[in-house]
C-alpha cells in the first residue's frame, strides 16, 4: 500500500506527460475516436484486461479481483470524459512551465484522463488485492450537445448496468469537492413559423416574435422554488427578416434545471402552456381579419438537451466511503450539486460520485485552461482509498 502511495508521488512526471499527451489529441464532441484510439493503447501499455472500444467509442479496461473472490460480478467503476468542447480547428498548444501545463481541455478533461491512467499504473505495478473487480472507462459524450450520450450508452448496455455497483467518475483537477447531486437540465428549441408579410399591406397577420414574446412574459412569471434549487433560462433569441417585414420566422433556446424531476416536468409544462396560450392570443384576432389560408403561427418545439436529475442518498456506502477517506487523508472537501456522467446512475438509483483528479485547474472551456501538478498526489490518494474501500480488501 505504501508502495502505491510512493508511486503517485513519485511518478507525476509519467502522469504530467500523459497529461500533455493525451490533450494534443483533439476530441471535439462526436470525434472522440482518435483520442479514445490513444487510450486503449495507454490501457494495454499498463496492463488493464479485455480492453476494447464500445460501438459509442467509450473506452474500457479490466483488473481483475483477486483470485477466487466470490463478488468478481460486481464492478467498481472510474471513469473520465474523453470528449473536449473544442472543435477540430482548434490549435491544441500543449506546452509546460515548471508545475504548470496550459492549454485546451488540459484540465477538463486531461485531469480526469490523467487521474485514471495513474490509479490503474500504480495498481498495476503493485501487489494489492481487491475483491471487486476495477472496470476503467474513459467515454464520450459528456460536453454540451453530447448530452451524457456515452455514459447513457454505459447504462444501457445489459454487462455494465447489471455490473457496475459503484461509479466514480472523474472530472477535472481538485481534491475538495464531490459531487454527490446530479443538477438536471432540460433544453428546447423552439422555432415559431407564420405567414409572414409586409408591416403595412399585411398587418393583422400573427407575428412569430410576438408569439414568442408572450410566452416569455409568462414563463418568466412562473414561480420556482428555492429548494429544490429550480432555474429557467431564456438563452438564445432570433428571428425576423427587416424592420418593414413581418417575420415568417423567430426561434429561442430556453434551458431548464433543478435537482428534482418533478420541477424540470413542471416547468416543461408551464413553457408548452405559454407556448399555447401565447399562440392564441396571437392567432385569434389574425383569424378574423386575415384573408389568406394557413395564416396562423405554429411553433415546433425540439428537445435539444436532457440530463437526467438526482441524488445521492446519504446513508449510501459510497458517501460514507469518500467521507471516511477525506477524514483519514485530512482533507476537507464539500458535497456540490452540478451536471457530470454521475447524473445518469444517480438518475437510475445507483451510487456514484464525481471528484476531481487533484492538483488545481482554471480556464476550463477557454484556450487560456491551464493545470497545476501541484499536490495531485493528494486528490489521487483520495480516489485509489476511495476504490479499495468500495471494493473490499479482504473477505
Ligand atoms: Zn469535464
Redesign the pocket.
Known amino acids: 500500500m505504501l508502495s502505491a502511495f510512493g508511486r503517485l508521488r513519485y511518478q507525476e512526471s509519467q502522469f504530467s506527460q500523459w497529461q500533455m499527451d493525451v490533450s494534443r489529441v483533439p476530441a471535439p464532441p462526436f470525434g472522440e475516436s482518435s483520442r479514445a484510439e490513444w487510450l486503449a493503447d495507454r490501457f494495454r501499455e499498463i496492463g488493464l484486461a479485455e480492453v476494447q472500444i464500445d460501438q459509442v467509442g467509450n473506452v474500457f479496461g479490466i483488473r481483475h479481483a483477486r483470485p477466487g473472490s466470490l463478488r468478481a460480478n460486481r464492478f467498481v467503476s472510474l471513469s473520465a470524459?474523453i470528449d473536449t468542447v473544442f472543435p477540430t480547428s482548434t490549435p491544441l498548444h500543449i506546452h509546460q512551465q515548471g508545475t504548470r501545463l496550459y492549454g485546451p481541455g488540459v484540465s477538463?478533461?486531461s485531469a480526469?484522463i490523467a487521474a485514471i491512467l495513474a490509479i490503474a499504473a500504480v495498481l498495476g505495478s503493485s501487489q494489492v488485492l481487491h475483491a471487486l473487480p476495477f472496470v476503467f472507462i474513459g467515454n464520450v459524450g459528456?460536453?454540451g450537445e453530447g448530452d451524457l450520450r456515452g455514459m447513457r450508452h454505459v447504462f444501457e448496455t445489459p454487462r455494465w448496468r447489471d455490473s457496475i455497483a459503484y461509479s466514480v467518475i472523474v472530472?477535472?483537477a481538485g481534491s475538495d469537492t464531490v459531487v454527490a447531486e446530479a443538477l438536471g437540465s432540460r433544453r428546447f428549441e423552439i422555432v415559431a413559423r407564420g405567414p409572414g408579410g409586409h408591416s403595412w399591406t399585411d398587418f393583422g397577420a400573427p407575428n412569430p416574435v410576438v408569439v414568442l414574446a408572450r410566452a416569455i412574459q409568462a414563463l418568466s412569471e412562473t414561480p420556482v422554488p428555492a429548494a429544490p434549487k429550480t432555474t429557467f433560462n431564456i438563452g438564445v433569441i432570433r428571428g425576423g427578416t427587416s424592420v418593414n417585414s413581418i417575420p415568417e420566422s423567430a426561434s429561442m433556446r430556453v434551458d431548464l434545471r433543478s435537482t428534482s424531476m418533478i420541477e424540470i416536468d413542471r416547468l416543461e409544462r408551464a413553457l408548452r402552456l405559454a407556448l399555447d396560450r401565447a399562440m392564441d392570443a396571437e392567432n385569434r384576432p389574425a383569424a378574423v381579419r386575415s384573408i389568406r389560408r394557413h395564416s396562423t403561427v405554429q411553433c415546433e418545439i425540439v428537445e435539444i438537451g436532457n440530463r437526467p436529475a438526482g441524488e445521492l442518498d446519504p446513508a449510501s456506502r459510497l458517501l460514507k466511503v469518500i467521507r471516511a477517506v477525506d477524514a483519514h487523508l485530512g482533507n476537507s472537501a464539500i458535497v456540490q450539486r452540478a451536471s457530470?456522467d454521475a447524473n445518469i446512475p444517480l438518475s437510475l438509483g445507483r451510487e456514484a460520485i464525481a471528484v476531481g483528479g487533484g492538483g488545481t485547474g482554471g480556464g476550463?472551456h477557454t484556450l487560456q485552461e491551464w493545470f497545476d501538478c501541484t499536490g495531485r498526489d493528494l486528490g489521487l490518494r483520495r480516489i485509489l482509498l476511495t476504490m479499495l474501500a468500495l471494493a473490499g480488501i479482504g473477505e
Open positions: 470524459h477538463d478533461n480526469g459528456e460536453e472530472d477535472g457530470t476550463a
